[in-house]
């Protein structure tokens, strides 16, 4: 499909209005029966973006009316965001400890944003890994529930394995800071991912930033946790039983830190029972994100 803009004619990408509709809390299904009818629509010539939207609109009001409401916001978001430079682009944090299931939700996110800015931390510390070597730096150089048998930092009252794993986010959260500046900056919608940003430490960086602590819950996350070398694949993860018990305990202290940490500054905790209805959650802080910024005008 193409459409008309500034008297131009380009291809349009049919996931941003996938994406809108899936936001909007459109299900799948019908998402793809609304996308099949616009494509269907025949025109001589390409459609300006406004009538694309308005023909999504149409079939929104007679297929899911329900969803029409959260449509029509992400619709004026996006306007706003064209008139006016200074509102800020949505930038979708997702925070937790290891095999809480933040990466796997991401997914999902990343096509409902139509994110062209998607970033995790463990690819910021395998990038650091360039810049410090490990003789300096060999927290670096583990995993953030084996950090504290090499660095440790923070308060004393905290467990050596959380002030391990702050050792490895003194080194990646600034790093963090910085692309969110970025992007923000640049405009584009984003999705961040990773166990290495503690929750609130992005605030005042953009209106557009949403956090979330992904929990699963303690039962869950260990299950999740003793199965991603079988599930996930992950060929840098013990196959051992007895060993990723330990290691569990050690990550479940970092995601109880993660969501305490969470309640103190008034991030939102993401309770994770299927993926299905985490989704869901997600894409109702965001339309409420976007409600919120056209109400305050980007402050």
Not at 25 to 51: F, W
Not at 65 to 94: E, Q, T
Not at 218 to 245: I, N, P, Q, W
Request: proline share 5%.
């Amino acid at each position: 499909m193409r459409v008309a803009i500034q008297g131009e004619s380009i291809p349009y990408p049919i996931a941003v209005l996938r994406g809108k509709l899936r936001l909007s809390g459109v299900p799948y299904l019908e998402t793809e029966e609304i996308i099949s009818e616009v494509l269907a629509t025949s025109s001589k010539r390409p459609p300006t973006e406004q009538t694309v939207t308005k023909l999504v609109r149409d079939r929104v009001k007679s297929h899911h009316s329900a969803a029409l409401p959260r449509f029509d916001i992400l619709i004026k978001y996006d306007l706003s965001r064209s008139a006016d430079r200074a509102l800020p682009p949505v930038v979708l944090v997702l925070e937790g400890a290891s095999a809480t299931g933040k990466s796997m939700l991401s997914l999902p996110m990343i096509l409902n944003l139509a994110a062209t800015r998607v970033i995790g931390t463990d690819t910021i510390r395998q990038v650091l890994r360039a810049v410090y070597s490990e003789r300096d730096h060999p927290e670096l150089y583990c995993h953030t529930y084996q950090a504290y048998e090499y660095r440790q930092v923070g308060p004393k009252e905290l467990s050596p394995i959380v002030r391990g794993y702050l050792a490895q986010c003194e080194l990646i959260e600034p790093v963090v800071r910085d692309l969110v500046e970025r992007i923000a900056q640049e405009g584009a919608d984003a999705v961040i991912e990773g166990v290495h940003i503690r929750p609130g430490t992005l605030k005042g960086l953009s209106a557009g930033v949403i956090e979330a602590v992904v929990e699963p819950g303690e039962d869950s996350h260990r299950a999740m946790f003793m199965t991603k070398h079988a599930a996930a694949k992950l060929r840098t993860v013990s196959g051992d039983h007895a060993t990723r018990e330990r290691e569990f305990q050690a990550t479940r202290l970092i995601q109880e830190y993660l969501v305490d940490m969470a309640r103190r500054a008034g991030v939102h905790i993401l309770q994770l029972s299927d993926y299905d209805q985490a989704e869901k959650d997600m894409c109702n802080l965001v339309v409420e994100s976007a409600k919120r910024i056209i109400e305050m005008g980007g402050k």
